[in-house]
């Protein structure tokens, strides 16, 4: 892997490059990107960046103060294996060319400033993270949204709805069953070459691999794995981990989506993210107290729990994510801690001895979040924990769905809506803004465009279940 720009550079020679491919990620966490013959890659590239319109990319600039810089990190280079021509990949940072600054509003930014503040507390002076991202891979999709019509349609070989179908040529049944997709071997598990090519795929851009297994819900729900790493590095891995997915899909004729809640009525798709803070390549979270866990380590639990509802305007960032976050689905709608009860929003997985290995899981993210927002903002909850030493209360060990109306009424549960998230993080985020990591600017503009751009747009929108509910009425 290249590391410094001469890397880079000797590596368009050796193995021929033609183009170079520069990915960035908008506010909203999709890659953009802008392709160069390779012969315009100089070492200028790297100190100064190469310019384009940010008018043009969503919740940036105005058309008046257009001009950016897109800056490659030489560490990030890997060659982009669905491009018919050598195409080298880096991923950029954007940057002010007025300032000569990094721009404010760019996430891979702020990941960075999150970065220097943990070092700058004196806490610790790297913090891992290892997110779990979940996806569905169909066959089919159909939507579309008129004045007079509004629908969706999706389809997969695996799903349970297709146990009588006949369109197949002979349906060949070994349908996974609704809430019964963990793990089943072929031919129930239809998927199996699929992840393998795409975890392979992973591996030759960089990513360290672990693993791949089915998932819970029936119609092609799936689970890769790589290792954990650094905030930032580990944000730069999980949009890679998605450029390969959508594409190997894509390449077999396939569909893959991040959406937390495709299907109604069986689990969606979360991303479970463990993270720690180490100082002096030493573990902080391992101690005496619960679940083998120090104190720091219970203090970041407080401020997770505490500002949990602001985080999830970051961390579950789509009016789809509140499809997922309801009760009965695994899903993680108490606010509580637990070293074993999945429906907790903390998790502390069991590990053994390895102090290295003491982690904790924070449960509610889900995948369409912006990685660089949903780490960034979950360190600086830990951290405002661990400078405000936040007490998390009591562990809740107990199975939650069986707690009685009165116990289940004191434990606290996720925001019903993204407008209750957005609420919340507009009274909520001075914990954002310690070191100039989050600005008022970013996040004001990010409510803005939520508002404007998601939710009110849906409140306009007549639903197709309101016809089963009310045509006849």
């Not at 689970?223 to 790493?229: D, W």
């Not at 120090?294 to 639990?301: K, R, V």
């Not at 197709?464 to 006849?472: C, I, K, S, T």
Request: include cysteine.
């Amino acid at each position: 892997m290249a590391k410094t720009a001469q890397d880079v550079l000797q590596m368009i020679r050796d193995q021929n490059i033609r183009m170079v491919d520069l990915k960035f990620v908008d506010m909203l966490g999709v890659w953009q990107h802008c392709s160069y013959a390779s012969e315009l890659i100089d070492e200028n590239t790297f100190e100064v960046g190469m310019p384009f319109d940010g008018s043009s990319i969503r919740g940036w600039k105005t058309i008046n103060e257009s001009d950016m810089l897109m800056r490659p990190d030489p560490a990030t280079a890997w060659i982009d294996p669905f491009m018919s021509e050598p195409t080298l990949s880096m991923i950029c940072t954007i940057w002010e060319p007025r300032t000569g600054s990094t721009y404010g509003r760019c996430p891979r930014a702020i990941a960075q400033r999150a970065m220097d503040y943990l070092i700058s507390t004196g806490i610790g002076d790297v913090a891992y993270f290892g997110p779990e991202a979940e996806f569905f891979v169909f066959d089919d999709v159909r939507f579309d949204q008129q004045e007079f019509e509004c629908y969706y349609h999706v389809d997969s070989i695996e799903g349970r709805w297709n146990s009588g179908r006949v369109e197949e040529g002979g349906n060949l049944a070994y349908k996974p069953r609704y809430k019964e997709g963990y793990f089943p071997v072929g031919p129930t598990d239809t998927l199996q070459d699929l992840r393998t090519e795409m975890l392979l795929t992973m591996a030759a851009c960089g990513v360290p691999i672990e693993k791949h297994h089915h998932e819970v819900a029936t119609g092609g729900q799936c689970e890769l794995g790589f290792r954990f790493a650094p905030l930032l590095t580990a944000a730069d891995y999980l949009m890679t981990y998605k450029y390969v997915i959508k594409n190997v899909a894509r390449r077999r004729g396939k569909t893959a989506t991040f959406m937390p809640k495709p299907l109604f009525n069986d689990n969606g798709s979360g991303m479970h993210t463990h993270q720690s803070i180490w100082k002096d390549g030493q573990p902080l979270f391992a101690g005496d107290k619960y679940a083998g866990l120090s104190q720091i380590a219970l203090w970041y639990i407080g401020g997770l729990l505490k500002h949990a509802p602001a985080l999830l305007a970051f961390t579950n960032p789509t009016t789809n994510s509140y499809k997922r976050l309801v009760p009965g689905f695994e899903a993680p709608v108490n606010l509580v801690y637990s070293q074993g009860n999945r429906s907790a929003a903390i998790r502390i997985p069991v590990t053994g001895d390895n102090p290295k290995a003491k982690r904790l899981e924070f449960r509610c993210p889900d995948p369409m979040c912006n990685p660089y927002l949903a780490f960034s903002a979950m360190m600086m909850a830990g951290i405002d924990g661990i400078k405000n030493q936040i007490d998390p209360g009591e562990p809740l060990d107990k199975n939650i769905y069986e707690l009685t109306p009165e116990e289940l009424a004191v434990v606290p549960s996720t925001p019903g809506s993204l407008e209750d998230a957005l609420s919340a993080l507009e009274k909520d985020h001075e914990f954002l803004l310690a070191g100039g990591v989050f600005s008022e600017d970013f996040i004001e503009n990010w409510i803005t465009w939520k508002l404007d751009n998601e939710i009110n747009p849906m409140r306009l929108r007549p639903h197709p279940y309101e016809f089963a509910l009310y045509y006849d009425g």
